[in-house]
């Protein structure tokens, strides 16, 4: 294929993935099977890596996100971002509409908008193509999270129709119920902390250094607001519903997201009918902006020092109720977490009836100051999970007994610890405690590790109770005649089950590795760690500071993994999965060519055409090796933007030659 046949091809597979991820992720339409669209995907990424030059910066592989710089470039928004007042009294919204009518001459239309409870972010569109993304800052001033927004599969990277040629759109992004609940269960398994609620998790996610593991986060959003020197409509609802032309998700009017009165009435009726529907949404608010419709008008009631006079919004409190505290329970997860939850009287609290909610560990009972009998505040304020979140002192009755954290483990008895700098209690027993047996077991047949068709936590249940699993490898052992004799297993799910287990050995290092289920070790570090170790052995015989030098790996996880490979237990099991025939080390991967054989590279910086992580993968596809440090052996310095002066100074003393972006894919071009 000649460079202008592939120029040709990449324009129109880009073009196609665009579409279909506008039909999937914005009109919520599945044009094509997932197969379809991956082959689509893979065939446009093997035309950018052999045509490395024609790939563009808003290509639809750019999608699963890269490496960027240890910091995000502070720049000047083009409009200032300022926030708006807020109000909990629906009396005082009444005035703030008198106010403006008495200010402006002639009929008022208003927009009533959802408050969503995300993240504000204005991105800058110029010839219909993504340039740059900025969060509110101080509203004078945002930090740049453009490789971060472009992996957002709702935020268009290419426009169609009829756009401005230069314009910035703003809105929210946020993160979807379903899936915080998803990171959360994820966080759970992996014995780590657990998220707060929804928005803090986006705020943290949007600003997170490395992109790859945003684009993983599902994040989701609504734009609404458009600026420009000039626009074609004159109102705000009008610019919204044309944007919708553009290829943005916007708030949909059939859905209520978005409605225009012309009435202190129709204003009333929108917050009444979201103060109960919010329940049912799928995302957070946590309240309704009101804003004058016409462009016009609002340049003509101006701002305040802090805020536009022609917008308001009103925040909905926070949904409290009170129920009787009837006993604690402690479960324990898989790290061998302790777990306090509280029973509850039933009580109805946003639209479910609540009956028990998670204390999360000592501390917080104690800070509670938790008695069983108690009368307690629940809320659901921004929160999937309710939560306890204090006491009724007045209505506490003589004869309440103050919550003792249990001592022993409440499966097997075993003496509980607590590690220093370490919130929750711990049960040590790993091989024996039943639930940390399952869990483990679970966890390495589960989608993302092992995938092992056929089992689940039901069977393993019933294998662990019929003593045939102890642990992952016990799975190899098992026989055909074995699971016929179980009760409720078929001839069929009993072969299904074989042929699972057996297809399972073709599982990946990064999958296995994952699977183990290592303490803090989810599916991204276990990526990095397979990556960076190529082999179970490397990663055993791994020094502290080696680990720590691998990227998104801090002390914390680089302790736990070689607490891992010292547990005997832990390394008889490797040796039983590897002679049931489980590859413990990376395949070697197809050769571009061999141009920078016996050469260590080091990746600095941020870069226009590639991501970091692409570059690496460049690499090593042409015989080279990644390094994080440069030492005497470094053969080349490939340097981006912003880069360290350190690493830039030692470059320089130790003679390594330095590369530009446009430099490294003419070498490996020849």
Known sequence: MTIAEAKIEIERLSELIHQYNYSYYVETSSKISDFEFDTLLKNLQELEAEFPTLSSVNSPTKRVGADISKKFETVEHEYPMLSLSNTYSQEEIIEWENRIKKLVDGPIEYVCELKYDGVAIGIKYIDGQLIRALTRGDGEKGEDVTANVRTIQSIPLILKNDYPKDF???GEIFMPHAQFKRLNDERLENGEPLFANPRNTAAGSIKLLDSKIVSERGLDSFLYGIYASS???????????RAANWGFKIPQQQNRFIEKTNSIEGIMNFIDFWNTERENLPF???????????????????????????????????????????SVVYQVGRTGAITPVANLSPVSLGGTTVK????????????????????????????????????????????????????????????????????????????????QVKGKIEHFISKKALDIDGLGSETIDLLYTKNLVKNPADLYDLTFEQLINLDRMAEKSAKNLILGIENSKKSTFE???????????????????????????????????????????????????????????????????????????????????????????????????FSREELKELIEKNGGKNASSISSKTSYLLAGENMGPAKLKQATSLKVQILSEDEFIKLISS
């Open 356 to 435: 028990r909610a998670s204390l999360h560990n000592a501390d917080q009972i104690q800070k509670l100051d938790l008695n069983i009998g108690d009368t307690v505040f629940l809320e659901k304020g921004g929160e999937i999970i309710p939560k306890i979140v204090g006491v009724n002192i007045e209505k506490r009755k003589t004869g309440t007994t103050p919550i003792i954290f249990i001592e022993n483990c409440p499966e097997c008895q075993t003496k509980l610890i607590r590690l220093e700098g370490e919130a929750h209690h711990y049960c040590s027993n790993e091989q024996d405690c039943p639930p």
């Open 511 to 609: 999958r296995i590795l994952f699977g183990l289920g290592i303490r803090f070790v989810g599916e991204t570090v276990a990526k990095k760690l397979a990556k960076q170790f190529i082999s179970i052995d490397n990663l055993q015989h791994a020094e502290l500071n080696e680990l720590v030098e691998t990227e998104e790996i801090g002390e914390k996880i680089a302790v736990s993994v070689q607490a891992y490979f010292k547990d005997e237990n832990n390394l008889k099991l490797i040796k039983r999965l590897i002679n049931n025939g489980l590859r413990f080390e990376l395949e070697e991967k197809e050769m571009l060519s061999s141009i920078l054989i016996d050469k260590i590279v080091v990746v600095s910086g941020t870069f226009t055409t």
């Open 284 to 326: 957070d608010i946590d309240g309704i902006v009101i804003k004058v419709n016409n462009y016009q008008q609002q340049k003509s009631l101006g701002f305040t020092a802090k805020s536009p006079r022609w917008a308001i919004s009103y925040k909905f409190k926070a949904n409290r109720v009170e129920t009787i505290l009837e």
């Open 231 to 241: 626009l074609a409509d004159e109102g705000h609802f009008e610019s919204v519903e």
């Open 168 to 170: 910035e759109i703003r």
